[in-house]
Nanobody, 131 residues
Framework: QVQLVESGGGSVQAGGSLRLSCAAS????????MGWFRQAPGKEREGVAV???????LYADSVKGRFTISKDNAKNTLYLQMNSLKPEDTAMYYC?????????????????????????WGQGTQVTVSS
């Protein structure tokens, strides 16, 4: 089993920055692919960014150039650096992991668009951006 615990959420003004962290424990070898997803009230969960075991990344168009996903394998921690935050970024942010090894842009896009493919989820951390 894998446990994922997010932290780092909070309230910021538009233009501000936050860094989310996701600490993995347990059978962390089962998290070859990882991602950040978000869900705003009344909306479906959407992919923000994904990263594969080799470090390749893919971002949603809405966050490209503002957010950066990264991981520290020694610390079993996934990060999401969020800069130039906008009110529309307000949502609950979730960390997710999956045993599937993927490579190439097409498969990364599949992961980004398909949260149901991920086996492991954290409890979420709230991000609120005020104008």
């Amino acid at each position: 089993q894998v446990q994922l615990v997010e932290s780092g959420g909070g309230s910021v003004q538009a233009g501000g920055s936050l860094r989310l962290s996701c600490a993995a424990s347990g059978d962390t070898d089962r998290c070859n692919s990882m991602g950040w997803f978000r869900q705003a009230p009344g909306k479906e969960r959407e992919g923000v960014a994904v990263i594969n075991s080799g470090g390749s990344t893919l971002y949603a168009d809405s966050v490209k150039g503002r957010f950066t996903i990264s991981k520290d394998n020694a610390k079993n921690t996934l990060y999401l650096q969020m800069n130039s935050l906008k009110p529309e970024d307000t949502a609950m942010y979730y960390c997710a992991g999956d045993p599937t090894r993927v490579s190439g842009w097409l498969l990364l896009r599949v992961l980004l668009r398909s949260p149901s493919r991920f086996d492991y989820w954290g409890q979420g951390t709230q991000v609120t951006v005020s104008s």
